[in-house]
């Protein structure tokens, strides 16, 4: 003869309460994701514009930018610039992981937001935004302002070349 085991008691109500608990703060939790410092100089309408800019990862999982867009350019990118003998070589990357408390630091010679294709011309004083996707946090609107560089290199010597663009 088989007893019939009592079922364990569960705090339904009590479970429910937590999970609300829980959920409450999440509406206002601080921003994973915080952007400084956005820039980009200014160029001519159809030309390409580089901005930069700084993203932290304030979050306690890595966040991984997958896109890039803005209404000021036919087309955004993440590119990253390197010095190779006497030449800078551009690329593009797909994505940009940023581990849990790091910072990705775009900056003139480095990583940059190549915007594609400006749609009419950037003047200082512009502020040009763009939008970033995060693999867990989605988007956000950056807006870019434009300014000179007082610490640009000199733009003779230095050649660009887009490994991942077809050959024009
Ligand atoms: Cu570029």
């Not at 910072?103 to 294709?117: D, I, K, N, R, Y």
């Not at 609107?141 to 560089?149: E, G, I, T």
Request: glycine share 8%; net charge positive; hydrophobic share 50%.
């Amino acid at each position: 003869m088989a007893l019939t085991p009592n079922p364990p008691r569960r705090p339904a109500l009590g479970l429910a309460f937590a999970l609300a608990c829980l959920a409450a703060p999440a509406l206002a939790a601080p921003d994973v994701v915080v952007v400084t410092g956005a820039w980009m100089r200014p160029a001519p309408a159809r030309a390409n514009g580089a901005g930069y800019l700084a993203i932290t990862n304030r979050g306690r999982l890595p966040e991984t930018l997958i896109a890039v867009a803005s209404p000021a350019a036919a087309k955004a990118s993440i590119h990253e610039s390197r010095r190779i003998g006497p030449m800078m070589i551009m690329r593009r990357l797909q994505i940009l992981t940023i581990a849990p408390g790091a910072t990705a630091t775009f900056a003139p010679g480095g990583l940059h937001l190549m915007l594609e294709s400006l749609r009419k011309p950037v003047k200082i004083g512009d502020r040009v935004p763009v939008v970033l996707t995060f693999d867990r946090t989605g988007s956000m609107r950056v807006v870019f302002d434009v300014r000179a560089d007082a610490a640009a290199p000199a733009a003779g010597g230095m050649r660009m070349q887009d490994a991942d663009s077809p050959p024009r």
